[in-house]
């Protein structure tokens, strides 16, 4: 009787965990879903700048498209990748032999989540490039390009702070390498529980 009872409390501690790792799953999906539809609208912005600038200083023009380029390349990456692990993601969790398989996709769209980030803001940075080299194609006017990108860079860094204080406030840091191992696996878990369960009767 006991060892029957020991057993159901094992299987519903898996289960319970395999409900924190799909809530887990479902916020990884959203998450990178934003960031790919954010990059899809930036790259067609950054497409519609591909035009001839006219004569301008050879320097110019070359950060101009360099950095042009860059961007659509950086965001085409986030789409693609976005989009990738979001549709792989969930079928292997949901094909998987076993509750294992959610935990691996889990991880694997966290490491993926990493890089498509990392490639965002590179991409961001560089449209802010390309937004400055553009005020000084367009305006021929020295004083008003100057205060322009003096502008533009305090609302850059502005940004960047905004950034930085968010992450500090909600990063939260990983308990597990893997998540949910230490709810079914973990022996101090299942004992406690099994106590509270019999001295409650």
Sequence with gaps: MLE????????EAFHS???VVERELNTLTNYL??????????????????????AQAPGLKAVYYASASLTFGLMIYCLVTSTLVTSL??????????GSAMRVA??????????????????????EIVVIAQIWISISDIPVAIAC????????????HSAHRIF??????????TTGQGVV?????????????????
């Design 4 to 11: 029957a009872e020991r057993e159901a409390l094992r299987w």
């Design 17 to 19: 965990s395999l409900n």
């Design 33 to 54: 879903s934003n960031i790919g539809t954010q990059a899809a609208l930036i790259s067609g912005f950054v497409f519609a700048t591909f035009a001839p600038v006219g």
């Design 89 to 98: 993601g969930p079928t292997m969790a949901l094909k998987g032999q076993d």
């Design 106 to 127: 889990v991880e694997y769209m966290k490491d993926e989540r990493k890089r498509t980030f990392i490639s965002f803001a590179a991409g961001a940075v560089c449209f």
């Design 149 to 160: 990108t003096l502008l533009l860079l305090a609302c850059f860094a502005w940004l960047a």
């Design 168 to 177: 500090s406030r909600f990063s939260v840091p990983e308990s597990s390498p």
């Design 185 to 201: 696996t973990g022996k101090v878990f299942l004992r406690k529980a099994f106590n509270a369960t019999s001295s409650s009767r």
